[in-house]
């Protein structure tokens, strides 16, 4: 870490059948310039241990980041980090802990508010999305047969999610991809998903823009921020949905920028 930088703590949150080892090149590059890292695994993701049926709702999923969140000492303020779905679970955050977050980083990430709802927000990203592919989604057996969970398939992902990144990135998250839960009770998603102008409003935003995004396009990122507009928006060109993975170093450095300017 260069003289008089201080180091800071950053807690990143994977999307959308991923898990925390999707941060591996940037927690190594955040964590190399002298700052703390916390990657987590949400419910049912990566390597934490519980399934898609210990996880009935939205709140289950989001437990490990609130628990994280809840054991920070009194004054220690973090920098969120939210790619794709991990916008949902870093917003939660903020409506539970504002006086803990210094600056949310919403990563080419879904990016709710008060009047943005969680419904609304997928509706507009499902009219925007052609295809799926060959991602496959589980139905629960009864009268309703509601999807139940979603995993992404390989040609979706190469084209959709990593078609800019490194093969071995894309063979990693074949590896280790795991089924996302899908929920359809809107009042538990309404619930979950509450947020106020008085604590979530009251928390520094910054929009990272990704212009080569195929899954969560560039005029919906800009649509969420238009809606919802932020403290800061900053652009990542040349990278797909997992700018992580695909420009680790324009990551790294934009997070270091933001937190800075956030203190």
């Excluded at 201080?6 to 999307?15: A, D, I, N, T, Y």
């Excluded at 898990?19 to 890292?37: D, F, N, P, Q, S």
């Excluded at 609304?120 to 592919?133: F, G, H, K, Q, Y």
């Excluded at 063979?171 to 979950?192: F, G, I, Q, V």
Aim: proline residues 7%; contains cysteine.
């Amino acid at each position: 870490m260069g003289k008089g930088k201080r180091e800071m703590h950053f807690v990143l949150v994977h999307g959308a059948c991923h898990g925390a080892w999707c941060w591996y090149k940037v927690a190594t590059l955040l964590k190399t310039a002298g700052h703390r890292i916390t990657a987590l695994d949400m419910a049912a993701s990566g390597t934490h241990p519980s399934q898609l049926h210990d996880i009935p709702s939205m709140s289950d999923y989001f437990k490990p980041l609130m628990e994280c969140m809840a054991s920070l000492p009194p004054e220690e303020r973090v920098i969120l980090v939210g790619h794709s779905m991990g916008g949902y679970c870093i917003s939660a955050a903020m409506e539970s802990f504002p006086h803990k977050v210094s600056v949310a980083v919403f990563c080419t990430a879904f990016m709710p508010s008060p009047d943005l709802t969680f419904t609304t927000l997928s509706a507009e990203s499902n009219r925007r999305i052609d295809s799926l592919m060959d991602t496959v989604i589980t139905f629960a057996n009864g009268p309703n047969n509601q999807p139940t969970s979603v995993l992404f398939g390989p040609d979706c992902m190469l084209s959709k999610f990593y078609q800019l990144s490194p093969p071995e990135d894309l063979t990693l998250a074949l590896l280790l991809a795991r089924p996302h839960p899908m929920y359809n009770d809107e009042a538990m998603l309404n619930k979950a998903m509450a947020l106020t102008k008085d604590k979530y409003g009251s928390v520094h935003r910054v929009y990272i823009v990704c212009d080569q995004d195929n899954i969560l396009q560039e005029d919906f990122q800009r649509w969420m921020i238009e809606n919802n507009p932020t403290d800061d928006v900053k652009l990542i060109s040349g990278s797909d949905h997992m700018t992580m993975c695909s420009k680790p170093k324009e990551l790294c450095f934009c997070l270091q920028e933001i937190a800075e300017k956030y203190p």
